[in-house]
């Protein structure tokens, strides 16, 4: 069971292949995320993950470690703040703002920061059910 | 150049094969995606796409079609209405609310709807940046 206030934190980081792989998947092949000489040229100078990979880290720990197996996810907003790099460390950080037992709802302040700087690289807010944990 | 009330559709499916892939290189194995008995007994009966993955391919067309290179991600908000199936095709539709020309960033609604019903699977708005086309 999750309570207000809870924190999880889950540590993370993703090499340049998975990058790639990412970008194959989804089909998301701006050169931004792969390309190295091209992202020289923008103001990152060097290839940014895509935000979609780092948010899907949301959706990794909801649906099998915080509250885990059994989740629905209903709700997601993401503001993109900061570049994230390959092969750099972030946490991904929930706190539980609203539990709505009556309808096995949380609603969770989802954070990404990067772990050297404790900069918040990915700011938002998610609304999820599960009817066995919530 | 993109402009006020300007639409983009974009068709797509994914195979479980590439469900799997996602759920490799994002790490979310939440077994309702991957699965047939394990969701065979869930609400939904059968393996559901994530969300992310979806919601992936607003990234990839603001990335790489419309507006397409050297767009920027800023925000994106997520509602994930209904469940959505390997093998089924959807349509990806994006709706220009107002272009910020001065800032050279545009307010877009985000819409998957399912082809065969029109119903929409996943709603949501995203704000870009584009310097050369918005």
Known sequence: MISNGAVYKHEFSFSQEEVNKFAEVTGDKNPVHLDAEYASKTMFKRPIMHGMLSASLFSKVF????????????????????????????????????VIAGKHRAVVETLIKDKASSLVCTSGEALVLNTNKI
């Open 63 to 98: 649906g099998t470690l915080f509250p885990g197996e059994g989740t629905i996810y209903l709700k997601q907003t993401l503001n993109f703040l900061k570049p994230m790099y390959v092969d750099t460390t972030y946490i991904a950080e929930f706190t539980v703002k609203e």
